[in-house]
Structure formats: C-alpha cells, structure tokens
C-alpha cells in the first residue's frame, strides 16, 4: 500500500529533487518580506476515519515544507546566508516533529514553514563546527532537525561518549530535534535484514535513551531510499514501524504526502518526504531552492512567499 503511494507520488510530481537548477543568484538582492498573516485556524487536518479517501483534506497540510540538508561544511552557508535570509523573511523552521503534529491535527501549518536539517552528528566525538552551528540557530531563536549516528549507546561510561550525549541532550532541551541516521551512517540498501533492524531500531532506542525523546524520522544516509524499488533495504519499512518512526528522509521527490496517506493512523507510517541538499559556493543557490520548493506542487504554493506563475521569480512582497 505504502509503496503504491510512492509510486503514484512520484509519477505525479516527477520532480528529481537533487538536480540543481543552473542560476547564480547574489542573495543580498532578495528583498525582505512583510511578516506573513497569523495562520487560519482552519488550517487543520480531519480527525482520522477509516475510509482516507472520503476525508477532506487541507492542501496546505500535505505540503511537505522545504527541507534542506545541510553538513558541518555548510556552516558558513549556515551562519552567513540561511539564517539571516530565514529570519529577515519570517520564515518558521520546524521539526519532524512539529510536522508530525500538523499531519496528525494537532498544530496548524504555519506560513513559510521550512525543515532545517544537519546531518552526521556521532555520540562519540562532536567537532567545535557543529557546536557553532547549533548554537547560532539558537541564537536566532530557529530549530533544526540533528540527523545523529548513535555510534556509541548513551549507557556506556566512557568520558567522550557521556559529554557528547549531554550535548546533544542540551541541543534537544533548545528545542532541536534528534532524529536517527542510523547507528554507524550505514548504506541500508546494502545491508541483512538483521543489521538494517539494527541500525534502525537500535539507532531510536539510543537516542531516546540519551536525550529522554524518541525520534519520528530516519534521516536514510546517502538519501538512500529509490522509490522504485531498485534500492529499498530489506525490511525497511517494518524495521521503521518497529521503531515507531513516522518519516523516512530522502531526497529525491517527497514534496508532498499524497490523499491516500491522510488520515495517517499508526499502521500508515512511515511516509516519505524529501529534501533538497546546500550549495556553500552558490548561496544564492540554496535559497533559491528553498523558495522554489513551495512552486513543486499546487499544495505548496499557498504558503509561498513567491510568485510562482513566474520561473524567474524570486520573492515578491
Ligand atoms: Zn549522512
């Protein structure tokens, strides 16, 4: 059923989400923005019933927000372009979730929503680059999602592994969200059923352990999930179910969660979403992508800050 959602979705988008538009754009040309309107309350999803498709369902919902991925080499991109132009324009970052809890009815899609995310964060040793990262989306009052590799499990007593769980932990208490990546970054569709099972359901038991809050998303390295099938891990889907995972985080397509997937009752999850990936020696780059991501599908296109009747827009006020 899942993978005939998928299939359809992306057969309906036809979008390759890494392909990369070739434009330069000067990103202190955008102008800002007004603050966008207070979101409709009427911007709520339908309780759940058993019968999805007689379910009205709000557009603005099964929009799948702008995602980008982001690593410790964009921290400049990150600090010198993202976050100011975020903060400048109103957009509002969420987590996985913050989303979970929009699809499930229980907080309206706010405007110009945007899933930051920083990915290959270890639990055994965490480099000064990601601490300045998360720690100047705090300063500028946004959260990001940390895509962790719990390579080492937050019970073992070792003085490296105990300190980067607690910063981790403190990370989460600002509000990020830690969801997993797997164990040890592992390239599932390569994997035995048991080490996918590992690195899946084991990765979510670390993380609630280390930080008190379990993760809805697996991060899949290498954006390694083909929704054709050619290069799905064995035992994906179960192994996520198991772990109680909502979202399966690739890259390609994923722009919005199609009618068939809303209501989502707990047997329905995981649903896959996309994302798009940074360009720090294109800044311009990268916030193109991130406006024009709102143009992929009509759902989208209502919280947009852009005109996206025209290919050539940028932002309009
Ligand atoms: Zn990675």
Redesign the pocket.
């Known amino acids: 059923m899942r993978r005939i959602a998928w299939i359809a979705l992306l057969a309906a988008i036809g979008l390759a989400g890494c392909g990369a538009p070739a434009r330069a754009i000067d990103p202190t040309h955008f102008p800002t923005l007004a603050p966008p309107p207070a979101a409709s309350p009427t911007q709520v999803v339908a309780t759940a019933t058993a019968e999805p498709t007689a379910v009205a369902i709000d557009p603005a919902v099964t929009c799948v927000p702008p995602s980008l991925m982001m ?1 410790s080499k964009d921290r400049y991109l990150l600090q010198q372009t993202v976050i100011p132009f975020l903060v400048k324009n109103h957009y509002t970052t969420l987590t996985y979730r913050d989303y979970a809890d929009i699809l499930d009815g229980q907080k309206p899609m706010p405007q110009r929503p945007v899933l930051l995310s920083i ?2 964060i270890p639990a055994d040793y965490i480099n000064s680059y990601f601490r300045a990262m998360f720690g100047s989306l705090h300063d500028a009052g946004l959260v990001s999602t940390i ?1 962790m ?1 719990p390579n080492q499990p937050p019970e073992k007593t070792d003085q490296a592994v105990q300190a980067s769980w607690a910063l981790v932990k403190s990370w989460s208490d600002w509000g990020m969200g830690v969801e997993t ?1 797997t164990v040890n ?1 592992r390239y599932l569709p390569g994997a035995l059923p048991p080490e996918v099972e590992f690195e899946i359901v084991e990765s979510a038991r670390r993380i609630a352990a280390g930080v008190g809050i379990s993760p809805v998303a697996l ?1 899949l ?2 954006g390694a999930e083909d929704t054709s099938g050619n290069e799905q891990a064995p035992g994906l889907i179960p192994f996520s179910q198991e772990a109680h995972l909502k979202f399966l985080v690739g890259i390609t397509g994923g722009r919005q969660i199609t009618a068939g997937a809303l209501p989502i009752p707990q047997d329905e999850y995981p649903v896959y979403v996309g994302r798009v990936g940074a360009n720090k020696d294109q800044p311009g780059e990268t916030l193109w992508e991130i406006q024009h991501w709102y143009c992929a599908v009509p759902a989208c296109a209502k919280l947009a800050p852009i005109n996206c009747s025209n290919p050539n827009a940028t932002l309009t006020p």
């Open positions: 690593h990915d290959d895509a590799n990546h970054h991060v390295p290498y």
